[in-house]
T-cell receptor, first 113, second 109 residues
């Protein structure tokens, strides 16, 4: 089974703090994604990565950056958190050569106070 | 216009009835279409994929695709309380998956 693991289930941070959200997948997938999910807005793509060291902006990249130094790990960085970044963050991975199905991590609920 | 539009619901269906979930999309070149199910507090999981016009059946689930009308639907027959969840319509874009906002479905015993 594909496993996508996010480093934290719940995080509470103060405004202005720096936050790293880590995501690791164990299936050698090329594509990895970061989404945030908010009530009434669905899943919105923040950033995605085709392969190691490659990244593309999604629909809402402002306030976020990413890092993909190794194929299995895709990190989302919030340089200076704000209350409007309070959300559920979901990481996903996919192997486009085999399947278009995306496999999701368990999600990180981030609260910025 | 949003790329993928769903009625957010909530949609309430009696147990044993057919639940019908609908989705429209704007990108005519989309070739792959998916339905994900998300239970409260959990991550989305794939339940159906469809790539060509017509119907695709898998157990109690049937996905329907009409590319000319840019419309995709999901039917759930013999609805069970365990089907209560949010259903996400997902379209394969050029390089990424585009999600609808989801329809919350409640099956009433």
């Amino acid at each position: 089974d594909v496993k996508v693991t996010q480093s934290s289930r719940y995080l509470v941070k103060r405004t202005g703090e720096k936050v790293f959200l880590e995501c690791v997948q164990d299936m050698d997938h090329e594509n990895m994604f970061w989404y945030r999910q908010d009530p009434g807005l669905g899943l919105r793509l923040i950033y995605f990565s085709y392969d190691v060291k490659m990244k593309e902006k999604g629909d809402i990249p402002e306030g976020y950056s990413v890092s993909r130094e190794k194929k299995e790990r895709f990190s989302l960085i919030l340089e200076s958190t704000s209350t409007n970044q309070t959300s559920m963050y979901l990481c996903a991975s996919r192997d486009p050569a085999v399947s278009t199905e995306a496999f999701f991590g368990q999600g990180t609920r981030l609260t910025v106070v | 216009q949003k790329e993928v539009e769903q009625n957010s619901g909530p949609l309430s269906v009696p147990e044993g009835a057919i639940a019908s979930l609908n989705c429209t999309y704007s990108d005519r070149v989309s070739q792959s279409f998916f339905w994900y199910r998300q239970y409260s507090g959990k991550s989305p999981e794939l339940i159906m994929s469809i790539y060509s016009n017509g119907d695709k059946e898998d157990g109690r689930f049937t996905a329907q695709l009409n590319k000319a009308s840019q419309y995709v639907s999901l039917l759930i027959r013999d609805s069970q309380p365990s089907d209560s969840a949010t259903y996400l319509c997902v379209i394969q874009g050029a390089q990424k998956l585009v999600f609808g906002q989801g329809t919350r479905l409640t099956i009433n015993p």
